[in-house]
């Protein structure tokens, strides 16, 4: 896979940050949520009731800029055209070559790509201040750049989403109705019926949350871009075929069954050779009802599982690597970060880094500082320096492009 370029443009209002991103604290209003503490936020309108701020992030740019949007649609990010030309809905899969994307003097077309943050650290700076909610519920920024007209037709999601405008205006329309079937017709998902019960016009800087299930309808009135910070929610189906895999790929079911293999020594002679015999049935039924777990099992399967990068994510290590003496002293200058593709949880038995576990006797507290800030400075460097195990562990992870030098990018 082709290495991507660092030479996206950024928009000045978020490149312009010069401390590392923080995520807004609990118990403190912010105009992000329209002046209610993200506590309140959580309580009142989390997977509950949409809301509308005015003014979320005021002066906001795009992260991406139009041209560096369809660049990174041409690449490796995922990306869809969503086309309603003559009233006719139609949907490709990137990527999408200079030439594939209808004109931008063109109307009602509309270009997604997801994931933007694994390519571009303003997107990932945008991505913090959602980080009231749990690192393992985030799912990525995605961006959309319309055309007058554009949009991708009334629809609902099964996850939370924020959806901020950061270029040109778009009218939203969304309802809480019952009713979300959808149109078998079409190549995307769209409502047959929408009975939208609330409108409003948003410019850059507001902000529309909407929990799992709210229909809604997003039309660009002129060029428009606008940032979805959404959430994973799997379902029960998902979480289960998963973890049953992860316990199997680790050999924890048969280590708790009696037989680590299906025998089956009482069985007869048989005149009907393609029938199912009732006997095996009760046999796996009796090695499935052994199959048990407890809460370690559940934590290590989910810290491995929501740590591991995307498919197609592909860390860059450095050209040539600074060895742990020059690293040392670059960190002690600058401080450090994780890369922006890196995921980093923890819990108070392990750390899950990209999806491996490591157990630890007794987390250092560095460990979840890093992991909740995602940067150290030179500072906090400093006084974990003189740690010859700490300091090789982080060049390890350097030279892994795991972390980077400097404690913002
Ligand atoms: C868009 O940005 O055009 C669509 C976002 C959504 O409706 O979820
Ligand atoms: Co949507």
């Known amino acids: 896979m082709p290495k991507r370029p660092q030479a996206h443009t950024t928009g000045p209002g978020l490149s312009q940050i010069s401390v590392p991103p923080q995520p807004p604290a609990p118990d403190i209003p912010t105009a992000l949520l329209g002046n209610l503490t993200p506590a309140q936020f959580m309580r009142q309108y989390w997977q509950k009731k949409p809301l509308l701020v005015r003014q979320a992030i005021p002066g906001v740019t795009p992260p991406v800029s139009r041209d560096a949007l369809f660049e990174m649609a041409g690449e490796d990010a995922e990306a869809r055209l969503v086309t309603h ?55 990525d920024l995605m961006m959309s750049y319309a055309t007058d007209g554009g949009g991708v037709g009334a629809h609902f999601d099964s996850y939370d989403v924020f959806l901020l405008q950061v270029h040109g205006k778009r009218r939203w329309r969304i309802g809480a109705q019952r009713d979300l079937s959808l149109r078998a017709d079409l190549p995307l998902k769209v409502l047959q019926h929408f009975e939208p019960d609330e409108e409003w016009l948003l410019e850059p800087g507001d902000m529309l949350y909407l929990p799992p299930h709210i229909a809604h309808d997003g039309v660009a009135e002129g060029e428009c871009m606008t940032c979805s910070i959404g959430f994973r929610a799997p379902s029960a189906d998902e979480l289960t075929t998963q973890f049953l895999y992860y ?163």
């Open 85 to 139: 030309f003559r009233h006719k809905w139609q949907m490709q899969q990137g990527p999408f070559a200079a030439g594939d994307l209808p004109s931008v003097r063109q109307r009602a077309w509309t270009l997604l790509v997801q994931g933007v943050d694994l390519h571009n650290d303003c997107a990932r700076a945008l991505l913090e201040r959602f980080r009231f909610v749990p690192d393992v519920r985030l799912d």
């Open 247 to 409: 316990l199997a790929e680790r050999g924890e079911l048969s280590a708790r069954s009696s037989a680590a293999r299906y025998r089956d020594p009482q069985q007869t002679a048989v005149q009907h050779p393609a029938q199912l015999p009732d006997a095996l049935v009760e046999r796996v039924e009796a090695i499935l009802a052994k199959a048990t777990w407890n809460s370690r099992h559940v934590a290590s399967f989910l810290g491995t599982h929501f740590s591991e990068p995307k498919p197609h994510v592909v860390f860059e290590p450095p050209q040539r690597p600074l060895d742990e003496m020059r690293f040392i002293r670059r960190a002690l200058i600058s401080g450090l970060r994780l890369d922006r593709k890196t995921l980093l949880l923890y819990d108070n038995r392990s750390y899950f880094l990209n999806g491996e576990e490591n157990r630890v006797s007794g987390l250092k507290k560095w460990l979840p500082e890093l992991a909740d800030k995602r940067y150290l400075t030179a500072a906090r460097f400093l006084t974990l320096s003189s740690d010859s195990s700490v300091t090789a562990l982080l060049h390890e992870w350097y030279c892994a492009g795991w972390i980077q030098i400097g404690a913002h990018a």
